[in-house]
């Protein structure tokens, strides 16, 4: 399980969405329950996608938690 900073606001009675951490992900929903299940979806479905794309790169692959104080 991995934490990310969900970014959300209240437009014309739709919530729109971003994750902080991954550009490419948006979302927006009617509820907040709605955008925070779509935002969870969204995430997966990028997380995935760039895992998949790097191990097509190249030969070596490496996954590893960077700390960064901001």
Do not use: C, P
């Amino acid at each position: 399980m991995k934490k990310f900073t969900a970014e959300i606001v209240k437009i014309d009675g739709w919530y729109a969405a971003t994750v902080k951490e991954l550009s490419g992900v948006n979302t927006q929903g009617r509820t907040l329950e709605e955008v925070r299940e779509n935002l969870k979806e969204a995430i997966q479905l990028i997380v995935e996608s760039n895992e998949h794309h790097f191990r097509e790169l190249g030969t070596e692959y490496i996954e590893e938690s960077i700390l960064v104080n901001i």
